[in-house]
């Protein structure tokens, strides 16, 4: 079982299971060429990628989008943002796939009033990935000089190749957690949802 092996063992799975998605290859490549501040290729794309290899199904199958984390906190104006969402457009045109890129610096001026309860400023891309509602979902991987494969893992990889929803407390509320999972529960009924702790 994948997720008991040593964890360079796991993280060489992940590669490989992911590498099945030439979609997601496509958008890796892609993005790597748009040369962002610490960007990484995040979230559902890759757990979903992983959950569909281990279930023998399409490697693409029910990926809804590819998200594109980057950090940038040297403007936080919308306007930098979006010049930056425009390029990617481009760069993604023609790809089978809808592609979000995001500023991880600016997160904390809007995620309020989107989720409800506030978000400290993030320093890093990694501080943004470590907040997703589920600790599966706490993922990252960028290519790098050479091809290299960086992956950002905090959580290690067991969960992910076991089909195991964790709760992660840290940031958003109760009922993300709950709406994403029962979602994923849907497209893949294998899995294991974890329920949110008690007060």
């Not at 994403?180 to 949110?196: C, E, I, N």
Request: glycine letters at 6%.
């Amino acid at each position: 079982m994948i997720g008991r092996l040593p964890l360079d063992e796991q993280a060489s799975a992940l590669r490989s299971a992911l590498s099945r998605n030439e979609v997601l290859l496509e958008v890796l490549s892609r993005t790597a060429a748009l040369r962002l501040p610490g960007w990484y290729l995040t979230a559902g794309c890759l757990f979903q990628t992983v959950w569909n290899v281990v279930t023998d199904r399409p490697p693409a199958e029910g990926i809804k989008d590819y998200d594109v984390f980057y950090f940038d906190d040297g403007d936080l104006s919308w306007e930098a943002e979006d010049a930056v969402i425009r390029e990617a457009k481009e760069v993604f045109a023609r790809l089978p796939a809808e592609v979000e890129i995001r500023n991880e610096a600016r997160v904390h001026l809007w995620y309020e009033r989107k989720f409800g309860v506030p978000c400290p400023p993030y320093d890093s891309t990694e501080a943004a990935i470590d907040s997703f509602a589920a600790t599966t979902c706490c993922l990252g991987v960028r290519l790098e000089a050479g091809g290299h494969w960086r992956i950002y893992a905090p959580h290690g990889l067991s969960d992910v190749f076991n089909l195991v929803v964790r709760p992660n407390p840290v940031l958003a509320p109760r009922e993300v957690y709950e709406a994403k999972s029962a979602r994923w529960r849907g497209q893949w009924p294998a899995l294991t949802v974890l329920d949110w702790p008690s007060p």
